[in-house]
């Protein structure tokens, strides 16, 4: 295996891992820039995101960052949705869904950098906000906003071999008042599931490639629990500035690997 996709994978995931994001927009174009045909690359870059994510839970958890039952009500569409992603992923071409992807990593990266407003839902009763406390903090779900937004997030994602964190986060932080501290540590385990559905979306389709994914999931799991130490000691405000300034980057990033490609539509 080259050293670019060794140094590359371990440094994408320590950034990742700070913010609670997967970083599949990265991983995807630098294991085909390094050779790897672009299915096996989304495959490998599910597991990637799966050992990432896990490293960096062991972590969160002792600090108690994770709002497992926030978790548990929002993800579950996007795992869903990430397997029938992955299973699909071979009949749409992915160039397309890039560009669509792009705009919204951009729209997502940008509301990122607005200061958040103070939530004024709480003490509501309504039918779908769901009213949370989780230690010190309280906030209020909107599941009418979340739920559509994660099941489109995982369909997506699966097929073009991401984790969705990139809109998981803005979701929970402006639409949902969670603290970015809980929304990286909460997105971190979603972005565990996610990634591992899809992954098996994308194997029982054919395209596991053990000589890359399992030695640069391992360099990944490092990445990310050095990552997540980093994160822990990082302010809510600095860390939110990070997730915006990588988001827009991997917009970027995504937009121009399309355009490289040069296809654009379906199979």
Not at 108 to 129: D, I, K, Y
Not at 146 to 153: D, G, K, S
Not at 182 to 206: C, E, K, N, Q
Not at 214 to 228: D, E, K, N, Y
């Amino acid at each position: 295996m080259p050293f670019f996709p060794i140094l590359a994978v371990f440094g994408i995931s320590i950034v990742m891992a700070m913010v609670g994001r997967g970083g599949g927009n990265f991983y995807v174009p630098v294991l085909v820039a390094s050779g790897i045909q672009v299915h096996q690359a989304a495959t490998t870059a599910q597991l990637v995101l799966f050992a990432t994510a896990v490293s960096a839970l062991l972590i969160y958890g002792k600090h108690k960052t994770v709002d497992w039952k926030l978790a548990l009500v929002i993800d579950p569409p996007t795992d869903i949705m990430a397997f029938v992603g992955g299973y699909f992923a071979h009949r749409v071409s992915g160039d397309a869904l890039k560009y669509i992807f792009a705009v919204l990593l951009i729209i997502a990266g940008l509301f990122m950098l607005r200061p958040v407003r103070e939530q004024h839902l709480l003490g509501t009763r309504r039918f779908g906000f769901w009213p949370r406390a989780f230690g010190e903090y309280r906030y209020v779900v909107n599941l009418w906003l979340a739920l559509p937004i994660t099941t489109f997030t995982g369909l997506v994602a699966g097929m073009v071999g991401i984790s969705g964190g990139s809109f998981k986060i803005p979701l929970m932080v402006l639409a949902c008042g969670v603290p970015m501290r809980i929304a990286v540590g909460t997105s971190s385990a979603m972005v565990a599931a996610t990634a591992l559905m899809g992954f098996i979306g994308h194997t029982v389709g054919g395209d596991f490639n053990p000589l890359w994914s399992i030695p640069l999931a391992a360099i990944a799991a490092v990445g990310g629990f050095v990552g997540s130490k980093i994160s822990v000691k990082t302010n809510q405000k600095g860390l939110k500035n990070i997730f915006a300034c990588t988001t827009l980057a991997a917009a970027v990033f995504m937009a121009v690997n399309a355009l490289l490609s040069g296809r654009v539509g379906f199979h």
